[in-house]
Structures are given as C-alpha cells and as structure tokens.
C-alpha cells in the first residue's frame, strides 16, 4: 500500500454535505430524507446542524460544498440566512490552486489527481424548486459565496408535473431561472424522464425547453418507483403503468443526443455540462474523494471510514442538541473494499477508470483486482479499454448500474453491489435529484 496515500489523501476531504430535509410538499416518488408539514422544527434543526458543525473543532477548509434536500430554499430567508452564516464559520471555501494548462503536481489532499475539474474557482452549490426560489433568497445565497443553484425542474409539462406530484407550475420556472442569472450564479436544471404518460415526443420538448434557458449544466434521471412511496402504491394498484423499459432506453439516447448536439458535455452517466461547467463536488463523489456530510441522512466518508445519519428529522434534532451522535451506521473499509468501491464510483465517469491512477489511488492493479469479470464485460461490449482506461461503452452506459453491480461480484467471489456510498447513489441514472 502507498503509506503516504493513506496517511495525506484521506485525511483532508475536499468536499462537504449539508442536507436540509424540508419541503412543502412530499412528492410521490421522493424516498430520501423529507420533512413536510413540520416547519415549527426549522429553527431548532438550524441550532441542530450548527450544532454538529462544531463538532468539526475549528474551520475546514473545502474546495466545494452541496446543500441538498428536501428543499434547502424552503425554509425563510432569515432563516437561510442563519445556515449559510453557519456554513461559512465552519467550512471556508478554498481556491484549490489548479488550472488547466498546469502540468505540476496537483495538491495531494486529492485522492485521483487526474479527476480534476477545469474550474478552479471554489464551487458553492445548493438545490432548489422553481416555487422556493425567490429573488432575495438567490441575493442572501449569492452574498453568502454561493456559486451554483440546481433547480429541480422536473418537466414542463403540467400532465408530467402532476404524475409526479410536483406542485410548482412551468409558468414558475422562467423566474427562478431569472433570479438566478441575476445575481450571476451557474444555473443547473434536474429533469426526470419517463414519468406516465410521457412519451418520446414529450421527453424531446422537454429537453428542447430546457436547453433554451441555456443552462449551464443538465441532469437527466430516470423515474423509479421507489418501495413504499406513493407512486409505487399506485403502480402496484393499477392506478398509474409504467413507461415501457425500451421506451426509457430510447427516452434516455435521446438526451444523449440532443444535449450533446447542443454542445453539452455527456461527462457522468446522468450529467450533461458547458465546457468548463461541471458539477466539481459531484466529481468529488465520482473519484472516490473523502467528504464530510451533515444533517439528517446525510452521509460522509473521512479517513476511510464511512457514516450515515438518521433519517429521522426529529430523532437527528434531539440527539444533535443533547450532545449525542446522529450517526446510526458506520463502516470501516478495508483497502479491498475502498477499491471496490472506487471501482463502483469512477465507472460512472465518461473517462473511466485511469489504471496508473487507479493504483496510485488504491494500491490495487485494476486488472488483477476484477479479473474474468471485466474480461466478460470487455467482450460484451459494455466496457471499452484504450490500454489506459477502462470505460462504459455506449451499450454500457444505458446498463451503467448493472455492469458495476457485476464488477462488484469480483470482491472475493461475492455478490456485494452495495458499496457505492449513499451520497453517490443519490446521483445514480434512476434516481432524480434537486429540490426534492
């Protein structure tokens, strides 16, 4: 093992993760961590998660960082106000020093120097919804450093809109977009495809609607029905049918081209970029760098060891300001499992798996570590090699989950497909995101 990867390169996560639970409205299909109803609880989780920001013991400084939800623009302006003030005293923003012509060495808190992101400004990002989203609140984030708004657009097509329960409407979109251009933050639109009712000709207006507001950057996800949600219910009862998997297969290559036709960067499984506009905390997570992570069900991942909050909003604000820990699970990696996993996260990457990276990063050859199970891929078609990188095919991309599930049978012969971390899964290719 390379000592000095274990002893710098973990020990400094690059990125951290603020989860802010609270909606209006709990969409059909949402599984993650949401809090509807419950906004008497606002102030005491602000106090809750400044409370586990301290626990850091003095400021870290970062290279990005991501609100997620929920809907972190739910909450008050004041109230954003009092979170974005906490995040500043605990997690100062760092220019992490590197440009795109520069050929040195790269700062070695990095875990896979060659994942580095063209933009080296700092990267401040958090989800919305086009109904949460106003004019003061874009100004207190854009005077707090905020860089990025991902806006959780969905579609915009009112029949859409309501199979998925989403209560904003399209007319809403054109002024959270507004706000924030105006205040010269990177705009990125989430759109869900194959909800019911849609079809090939919808998903391409859809697509078509959102490239005339000439965002920066796109995510496209597949809908799931997610065990126990409302949606899933009304799939198992008949009241909505699912869009055919070969209609989301053709839902899914149509996004590859239109977007990449329209001078999008296809740079991760679901995500769709301007040169120069990549999501750089995303590609944080694809690396396989450390992170922190904080508030309900949030997760982080320092010094190898990955933990995850309760998922209960309630349970996290009575523990967190008692003095005890929100953490419910932890799980020390081994090396094999960190390389599995790094295996799991890197393959979602359009770029792959570098081999010489690969083993700096992990101590493993990348070859030896998988064995007959990327043979098999590679003669499948579901991975391509240069003799570099190892990378999903065109074929391979549509079957992204799939293909890691099966290099994940390698770790010693098991069936493990559960080692991408959670904050990753929340990213995959069925699972939407941006203002929940």
Known sequence: MNAKLETVSWLNPPAAYLHVPFCAHHCGYCDFAVTAGSDHLIDHYLDAIATELATLGAPRLVETIFIGGGTPTYPSVQQLDRLLTAVNRWLP??????????????????????????NPAPEFSIESTPDSLTDEKA??????????????????????LAALDRRHTASQIPLAVEAVRKHGLHLSLDLIFAAPGSTLATWAADLDAAIAFAPDHISTYGLTYEKGTPLWKQR????VTAVSEDDELAMYELAIDRLSAAGFEHYEVSNFARPGFRTRHNEHYWANNAYYGFGVGAARYVQGVRELNTRDTKAYIR?????????????????RDR???TVGTQLRRRSGINRSQFHEQTGFQLDALLG????????L???GDDGQSVCLTPR????????????????DGSTKGNLVPPVVRQFSFDTPRGGE
């Open 396 to 411: 391979g991309l549509v079957v992204a989950d799939g293909v890691i599930e099966e290099l994940m049978k390698a770790n």
């Open 93 to 118: 923003l760092q220019d992490s020093g590197f440009r795109i012509r520069d050929s040195g060495a790269r700062n070695p808190s990095f875990l896979n120097p060659g994942s580095r992101i063209p």
């Open 139 to 160: 100004a207190i984030f854009a005077a707090h450093g905020g860089t990025r708004v991902s806006i959780g657009v969905q579609s915009f097509r009112p029949e859409s």
């Open 372 to 379: 007959n199970h990327l043979t098999q891929l590679l003669s």
């Open 236 to 239: 198992r009862t008949g009241l």
């Open 339 to 341: 390389a599995f996993e």
């Open 319 to 335: 523990k967190v300001l008692s003095g005890e820990s929100p953490t419910f699970q932890t799980e020390q990696l081994e090396p």
């Open 381 to 383: 078609g579901l991975l």
